[in-house]
């Protein structure tokens, strides 16, 4: 059985991430020694492969042009996210690349997840992200890219602070990919949902990151990134960050919503 040796605590992130992190942090600091710097091919124990300017990864076999591509997509874009969020880390992040998802799953105690959750962070210096080359069935090699720049994201705003509402967590990566969005046809003002209900522990619905890319893009569009970063350190200061309450932001951010999507 592959596991790999973390003794750290693990947070919530995927590409699709779900309430998974807590089993996830029972299991991980279970494993005992099975990460190695030896560049020796292994079946039981995940290698040092590669190193950037600011990763280092390992995977259980190498993989040559998946670990160039995860070099690319997250040193692609790491001056841009730290820049913004104005978070420098000093340390570089290891980054722990499993052979399926099902490896991936059973080393970090999810057995239980949907298997759309391929990636997730730990300890705010750690991605565990399910191999390019083998995506399943939700997936495929680039969204596993982008997996991997979400649990990057998530672990630098996170170490802003660590006790976001699901939908700041969530919506920021979503919102950094740069992607555009589109609402599933039928979709209507009704079916918005409130921001208590993204804020629940249930589990993650796929939904839930187009309708939190939404608010994070309402914040950006409309007061600007020091806004957005403010409500991150300080998530429920509505008044003194905005000048109106929690009420009134979400009025605000359902007819954004309306105006720039539904109508």
Known sequence: MKKILILLLILLSLSGCSNTDN????????????????????????????ESDHFKFYSFNKDN?????????????????????????????????????????????????????????????EIHIVSPSNPGEHHDYDSILKAAFNSFTRAIIKRINSNLPKWLSLGIPQYERQIKIKFPEGFKEDNIPELTELESPSSIEISTFYISY??????????????????????????????????????????????????
């Open 65 to 125: 042009q998946v670990i160039d591509d995860l070099t690319k997509e997250l040193e692609g874009n790491y001056e841009r996210i730290t820049d913004t969020y104005k978070t420098y880390p000093e340390e570089k992040f290891d980054v722990y690349i499993y052979s399926d998802v099902e490896s991936f799953h059973e080393s970090l105690d999810l057995t239980n997840a949907p298997g759309w959750v391929v990636s997730s962070f730990m300890n705010y210096k």
């Open 23 to 50: 089993k996830a942090n029972e299991s991980v600091s279970n494993n005992s020694q099975e990460v190695t710097e030896s560049k020796e091919s292994s079946e039981d124990y995940m290698v040092f492969q590669k």
């Open 214 to 263: 939404t608010v994070v893009e309402f914040i950006v569009d409309k007061y600007g990134y020091d806004t957005l970063i403010e409500l991150i350190k300080k998530p429920d200061n509505y008044e003194e960050i905005f000048g109106f309450n929690k009420v009134e932001f979400e009025k605000k951010w359902r007819d954004y919503i309306i105006d720039k999507y539904l109508k």
